[in-house]
Nanobody, 126 residues
């Protein structure tokens, strides 16, 4: 079972930036499709960004142009660079590992992911 640990959350002003990190360890399926998800109070967990084993990325419309997902060369750390943060971005952010490459239409679906970190809180003040 892959183990995921998120870090980098915090409180920022609207328009500010944060960089989230997800340290992955365990089985090799962590090198396949991985993503960032978020869950705001009273809302369902939603996909934010995903990256597959070839480096192809997919973003939710709400974060396109503002967030960037990436991973290091060793594929052991996943990042989410968040720019121009908005109050609507307030949520707990989770790193997920699918354990396989996912089709385009499945990459932002929480149900497609097998492993999750504990989450890191992102708070954006207006």
């Amino acid at each position: 079972q892959v183990q995921l640990v998120e870090s980098g959350g915090g409180s920022v002003q609207a328009g500010g930036s944060l960089r989230l990190s997800c340290a992955a360890s365990g089985y090799t399926y962590s090198t396949y499709c991985m993503g960032w998800f978020r869950q705001a109070p009273g809302k369902e967990r939603e996909g934010v960004a995903a990256i597959d084993s070839d480096g192809n990325t997919k973003y939710a419309d709400s974060v396109k142009g503002r967030f960037t997902i990436s991973h290091d060369n060793a594929k052991n750390t996943l990042y989410l660079e968040m720019n121009n943060l908005k109050p609507e971005d307030n949520a707990v952010y989770y790193c997920g590992a699918a354990g396989k490459d996912l089709s385009w239409w499945g990459r932002l679906l929480p149900t497609a992911y097998k492993s999750w970190g504990q989450g890191t809180q992102v708070t954006v003040s207006s």
